[in-house]
């Protein structure tokens, strides 16, 4: 099994430190831990730091895998036009693995994770000419075609339908649970994180605020902290937890900190 700690990380921007000292518990594998936090919380820079395209102190200490076994999916993905979506996942394949010789394991893995994400019919569609979601659902195809040990998904739902949605998230818990992966992803939807994610990492203002059980974590008092949100975390009639929103409160500003 892999394991993920942070231990007093710093990230920064230049000069601008946004995170001072992160730490957090083991994060275990074979399940999907959440991050969440309000907008410019410091979700995808704590992302960056983990990957290592931010520099700082401290030690982000990954056990059971290497630091080359990690995958991170950025928000806004930039992909290449000229590719179709076979080629463009191929081409993610192909980076980590040097070389162009495909041998029939490879294509394998290619269709497998095309139709596992249901999106095989478009396999030979220029990525120009998909919708906002196609492409979401073709970047977590790239993401998880070498079957990496860690995966860092930066709001990975974000454009997608209500069917979908359901969809990825169950096949990213798949996933971990196949492979013992260490799977983290920031989400903003938290009926989605109580129903998919058994842990959660809380962020405000470039500090962990919480990181435990996700309904340990996501009480409402940490809901209202977060989000400016007042909510009620109820069990629905089939016994599982959800949250109902009730009210904003007022002044919940943005804040340029630090
Ligand atoms: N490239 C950058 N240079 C300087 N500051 C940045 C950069 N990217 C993000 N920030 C700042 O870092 C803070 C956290 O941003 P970010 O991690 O993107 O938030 P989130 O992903 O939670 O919405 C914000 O104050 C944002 O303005
Ligand atoms: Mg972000």
Redesign the pocket.
Known sequence: MVTLQLRKVEAR??R?I?YAEASTPEIAGGHLTALV??????????FRRIAGQLAGKGEVCIAGAEPGDLRYMP?DTGMSAALTVYESVVLALKQRQGGWRMGAEELDAVDKILSGLKIGALSDRHLAELSGGQRQLVSIAQTLVTRPRIVLM?EPTAALDLYRQYEVLEHLRAYAADTGAVVIL?LYDLNQVMRACTMTIA?AE?RIVAAGPTLETLRPEMIRKLYGIEARVETCSRGCPMMVVDRAVEDHEMS??R
Not at 37 to 46: F, H, Q, V
């Open positions: 921007y230049g601008r946004i936090g309000a907008n410019a919380a410091g979700k995808s820079t704590l928000q930066d920031a962020v470039g340029g900190y």
